[in-house]
C-alpha cells in the first residue's frame, strides 16, 4: 500500500533534479573547491586536469555542455 502511494504522489507531482556540481578554478584537489553550482539541463560535472609549464597540476571543475554524437 505504501509503494503504491508513493508511485501515486511521484507521478502526480512530476519534479525535476538539477545536476549540481563544483565550479572552481586551478584547484589542486576537487576537495579544495567550495562553490558549487546548478547545471543547466543539457550540462554535464566536468573535470579538466592541465599542467602548466613547470608541472604543476591543477583542476577546471564546473559544468559543461555535454557532446552530441554524431
Given at each position: 500500500?505504501?509503494?503504491l502511494l508513493l508511485?501515486?504522489?511521484?507521478?502526480?507531482?512530476?519534479?525535476?533534479?538539477?545536476?549540481?556540481?563544483?565550479?572552481c578554478n586551478d584547484?589542486?584537489?576537487?576537495?579544495?573547491?567550495?562553490?558549487?553550482?546548478?547545471?543547466?539541463?543539457?550540462?554535464?560535472?566536468?573535470?579538466?586536469?592541465?599542467?602548466?609549464?613547470?608541472?604543476?597540476?591543477?583542476?577546471?571543475?564546473v559544468c559543461e555542455?555535454?557532446?552530441?554524437?554524431?
Open positions: 500500500m505504501r509503494l508511485i501515486t504522489v511521484l507521478w502526480k507531482f512530476p519534479f525535476h533534479r538539477a545536476l549540481t556540481c563544483l565550479n584547484v589542486v584537489q576537487p576537495r579544495h573547491c567550495a562553490t558549487v553550482m546548478t547545471c543547466p539541463d543539457i550540462d554535464v560535472c566536468f573535470v579538466e586536469r592541465r599542467i602548466n609549464l613547470v608541472k604543476n597540476a591543477t583542476l577546471l571543475v555542455i555535454m557532446c552530441a554524437e554524431i
